[in-house]
């Protein structure tokens, strides 16, 4: 079964038991896996969802007056972002079982904003379901992270990923040319798939070479650039994206 199916069906299980937990922390980017687990909660048709209820109909451009879609104005969330959205879930539901309130980059929410939403994740209003999305659990301050349960997406696969002929010149050229912050990101990860393929095929094949730049690491360094790239994604928000690459391509013997 596929990790997105996976988190399905966790869902649809908790929702047959009637055991949905009332917050959660979503770690990734995979909106359109998030989506599908709204509807899960808030579909009344099936135990998964159907698909073609109006729920789920306007659930399918996050679009529908039981839930409401927090994210920065300019570079956080604000306080009055979040004073709307706690007044948002303390009335009652139009049509859906449920008020959803989802947090994009919940990792830039002020220190006020988060101070305030503590009350409500705490005790969050009956009939209500908060999500918030962050790209990595560390950005979040401690004390949020403690009243939310916690679901890592599984990456986008088809995401941005790039060849590994693509990855090889750039860690040949040792220059990113794109300083966004997001885009390294997306590189990363495609680099920590593509590392994490060959160590499936090193395992498949019982070490044999296969053929590209990455084939020339054995099974020891390939954990170890694996282990090295997590930390760098981890510190990618803050890191000198041309030195990091440079780190990467000595790493991974790419001269």
Same mark, same amino acid.
């Given at each position: 079964?596929?990790?997105?199916?996976?988190?399905?069906?966790?869902?649809?299980?908790?929702?047959?038991?009637?055991? &949905?937990?009332?917050?959660?922390?979503?770690?990734?980017?995979?909106?359109?896996?998030?989506?599908?687990?709204?509807?899960?909660?808030?579909?009344?048709?099936?135990?998964?969802?159907?698909?073609?209820?109006?729920?789920?109909?306007?659930? /399918? /451009?996050?679009?529908?007056?039981?839930?409401?879609?927090?994210?920065?104005?300019?570079?956080?969330?604000?306080?009055?972002?979040?004073?709307?959205?706690?007044?948002?879930?303390?009335?009652?539901?139009?049509?859906?079982?449920?008020?959803?309130?989802?947090?994009?980059?919940?990792?830039?929410?002020?220190?006020?904003?988060?101070?305030?939403?503590?009350?409500?994740?705490?005790?969050?209003?009956?009939?209500?379901?908060?999500?918030?999305?962050?790209?990595?659990?560390?950005?979040?301050?401690?004390?949020?992270?403690?009243?939310?349960?916690?679901?890592?997406?599984?990456?986008?696969?088809?995401?941005?990923?790039?060849?590994?002929? /693509?990855?090889?010149? &750039?860690?040949?050229?040792?220059?990113?040319?794109?300083?966004?912050?997001?885009?390294?990101?997306?590189?990363?990860?495609?680099? &920590?798939?593509?590392?994490?393929?060959?160590?499936?095929?090193?395992?498949?094949?019982?070490?044999?070479?296969?053929?590209?730049?990455?084939?020339?690491?054995?099974?020891?360094?390939?954990?170890?650039?694996?282990?090295?790239?997590?930390?760098?994604?981890?510190?990618?928000?803050?890191?000198?994206?041309?030195?990091?690459?440079?780190?990467?391509?000595?790493?991974?013997?790419?001269?």
């Amino acid at each position: 079964m596929k990790p997105e199916e996976k988190i399905i069906s966790y869902f649809s299980a908790l929702k047959q038991k009637k055991i &949905i937990g009332p917050s959660y922390i979503f770690i990734g980017e995979n909106l359109s896996l998030i989506g599908r687990l709204l509807k899960i909660i808030n579909c009344q048709e099936t135990s998964k969802y159907c698909g073609q209820c109006w729920s789920c109909k306007r659930l /399918d /451009d996050f679009k529908h007056p039981d839930l409401l879609v927090v994210e920065p104005e300019g570079v956080s969330i604000k306080i009055n972002q979040i004073r709307q959205a706690i007044r948002f879930l303390s009335r009652s539901s139009y049509l859906a079982p449920k008020k959803i309130l989802l947090v994009k980059d919940a990792q830039k929410l002020t220190a006020e904003a988060a101070n305030l939403f503590l009350k409500t994740l705490e005790e969050p209003p009956n009939n209500s379901f908060i999500g918030l999305i962050c790209p990595k659990l560390e950005d979040i301050l401690p004390t949020i992270i403690s009243r939310c349960r916690k679901i890592y997406l599984p990456y986008l696969e088809n995401k941005a990923i790039k060849s590994e002929d /693509d990855v090889e010149a &750039i860690l040949r050229s040792g220059y990113f040319g794109s300083q966004k912050r997001k885009d390294f990101s997306l590189f990363l990860e495609s680099l &920590i798939i593509l590392l994490h393929k060959r160590l499936k095929s090193k395992i498949s094949y019982a070490g044999q070479p296969g053929s590209g730049f990455l084939s020339s690491l054995d099974f020891k360094e390939t954990i170890t650039a694996l282990e090295n790239l997590f930390k760098i994604y981890q510190a990618s928000g803050t890191v000198n994206i041309n030195l990091a690459i440079n780190l990467i391509k000595m790493g991974l013997k790419c001269s």
